[in-house]
């Protein structure tokens, strides 16, 4: 395995934290509600914890991208392209030069709207040598 790269300009531990999140998000957007309330008791109550849990966890990715300069957030989405396929790690250069050209304040909605947001930023980090848990 490399050793981890001195390329990224973002906290590792902000990035495992995005990928935790991400995969809340991604697991709560692959479970279905029932359409029958009335399946089992008390469970309009449950649905209704999930959804408030759901938007907390899309509220701190929010917070946590927001928080970021631009170029740190144009690395998140480079990491994202790189670990999802689109570039090889010989390639980074290129993902940045692109994430720079497409970057707008709307990052974190750019990278929520992506399925498999999780594993992307997971494999780019992998891809730079870092061991994820």
Not at 80 to 98: P, Q, T, V
């Amino acid at each position: 395995m490399p050793e981890p790269s001195d390329l990224l300009q973002v906290n590792p531990d902000i990035i495992q934290r995005l990928i935790d999140l991400a995969r809340q998000i991604d697991s709560r957007e692959l479970t279905e509600i029932p359409d029958d309330p009335e399946v089992q008791a008390g469970s309009a109550e449950v649905v209704a914890l999930s959804a408030q849990e759901f938007d907390s966890t899309v509220d701190e990715f929010r917070s946590i991208i927001d928080d970021l300069d631009p170029e740190q957030q144009q690395q998140v989405v480079a990491l994202f392209r790189l670990g999802r396929g689109d570039y090889a790690y010989e390639e980074w250069d290129d993902a940045l030069h692109e994430a720079r050209d497409d970057w707008n304040p709307s990052t974190a909605d750019y990278l929520l709207g992506h399925p498999m947001l999780a594993d992307g930023l997971a494999n780019g980090m992998i891809l730079h040598g870092y061991n994820l848990e």
